[in-house]
């Protein structure tokens, strides 16, 4: 054992006095994982999202398609969703083929009036075949936007129909048609009020070196190596 | 950035550090092809003392170099490493691995040229396959099944879960991996330098 050591300190020793081999290599990682978080992690704490460009053909022009393009408007969506509204199907599959459109969507016609009417309509989707992630977003988008508007259209069903009439009315709104609107719809909105007020499910998100385990990410559930 | 620099660092480190353990055991090599080791085993040295100073060696600067580099990070990038006695555990198993990983490779080679080449080749593949270059999750289901071989792996997955406060009995199955690899790895090393290289050639 004596010898060992003796043998190890000796080499020990000539680390110590030629160092510079084994500082370039410990370097490196610090060097690239630095250089790698810069890339993928911004300067300022927060990544750095892309924004998705997306085509968007509205045949349907009604109530809910308005709701729907004027959502690109509006809080973070305004950064990060530009929506280019086109004429025609082929407007919009010409913007896939010169890559300048992530997706392809069509509001199809009578969207709203269908939903309304409790019948199955279905919402186009086109997606860029050279990108990668982000046609895949806009699915998933597209997807929630779907059981959003069926549940939507299930639960605010008479208020959104009378909304609906008010927008295609000629004339100005009449006091009393708006203050029943408001009624109805609140009224609907408190019976769901447990499960949206605040939202029942909630995302957070957490810096990774904050995470722990915790009962709702029990360590069984994590996948595993 | 620093999440960032969380979730790289540790392959990164890992696969570099692999690249420090080199030093000992080239000097295996080295030392025949100059024929130095016979003059250092003509001393009162058995050729498995010399042998387990190299490996030692080894094992202890891939730890050191690894402490170092979880200390600054710490210090530079506030990367929370997690519970220091766990975090030194993981690194000494790591550091175990990749003598035993190194100490099997450079044991194929006659001389330091070709074990230079053999290691480099073979630290990349583990590194890519362990997720040291790209994500692990991004590899095709069949290259994810090989890499689970892979120290690299074992590593990443030890060292992430004391990051994240994972209960001890999961660190269990990673550090005993890594321990594996190295103790399986340095004891078939140990057989091969002995009776192809420090092992006196028989008249």
Redesign the interface.
């Known amino acids: 054992m004596r ?2 050591l003796i ?2 300190l000796k ?2 020793r000539r ?1 110590w006095k030629r160092p510079w ?2 500082l370039i ?2 370097a ?3 060097l ?3 250089l ?3 890339i ?4 300022g ?1 927060k ?1 750095a999202a892309p924004t998705i460009h997306i085509a968007l053909l509205d045949q349907d022009q009604d109530l809910l398609a308005r709701a729907i393009r004027s959502m690109s408007s509006q809080g973070d969506a305004a950064r990060q969703l530009q929506l280019h509204l086109v004429e025609n199907e082929a407007e919009g599959l010409r913007m896939l083929e010169e890559r300048r459109a992530s997706a392809f969507v069509i509001l199809p016609l009578h969207l709203t009036e269908d939903l309304l009417n409790g019948k199955t309509n279905t919402i186009g989707l086109y997606e860029n075949p050279a990108e990668q992630v982000l046609p895949k977003v806009v699915r998933q988008g597209v997807t929630l936007l779907a059981a959003g508007l069926s549940g939507a259209a299930d639960l605010l069903h008479e208020p959104l129909s009378e909304i609906r009439q008010l927008f295609k009315g000629s004339g100005f709104p009449a006091e009393g048609a708006v203050t029943a609107m408001a009624s109805s719809s609140v009224e609907k909105l408190r019976g769901v009020r447990v499960y949206l007020f605040p939202p029942l499910i909630q995302f957070k998100t957490v ?7 915790s009962s709702t990410n029990a ?1 069984e559930q994590a996948p595993k ?1 | ?9 540790p392959p ?2 890992f ?3 692999c ?2 353990g080199q ?2 055991l080239q ?1 295996i090599l080295a030392e025949k092809q100059a024929h130095t080791l016979s003059r250092a085993l003509a001393a ?3 050729p498995l ?2 042998l ?3 490996f ?2 080894c094992l ?2 891939c730890t050191a ?1 690894q402490a ?2 979880v200390l ?2 710490g210090f530079l ?4 490493w997690g519970a220091p006695i766990l975090v030194t555990a993981v690194l000494v198993a790591s550091a175990c691995s990749i003598t035993g990983l190194l100490g099997a490779t450079y044991s194929l080679a006659k001389t330091k040229e070709q074990a230079n080449a053999l290691s480099s080749g073979v630290l990349i593949l583990c590194g890519l396959l362990g997720g040291g270059m790209v994500p692990f999750e991004s590899l095709p289901p069949f290259l994810q099944a090989v890499g ?1 071989w892979s120290p690299n ?2 590593a990443v ?1 030890a060292l992430r879960g004391v ?5 001890f009995s ?1 660190l269990v ?2 550090v005993g991996m890594l321990l594996c690899i190295g103790l399986i790895g340095s004891a078939a090393a140990l057989a091969a330098f002995k009776r192809r290289i420090v092992a006196p050639r028989k008249p």
Do not use: C
């Open positions: 010898t060992i043998l190890l080499d020990l680390d081999s084994i290599f410990a490196l990682p610090l690239l994982s630095t790698m978080a810069f993928f992690g911004g300067s704490g990544t810096k990774a070196s904050d995470y722990r385990v360590p190596p | 950035m620093n999440e960032v620099f969380a979730i790289m660092f990164t480190m696969l570099w550090v690249f420090v030093g000992p000097d009162p040295v058995t003392q010399f387990f100073s190299k030692a060696h202890l600067l170099v170092v580099l600054l990070t990038f506030h990367v929370r689970q792996r074992w997955i990051q994240h406060a994972r209960p999961e199955r990673p």
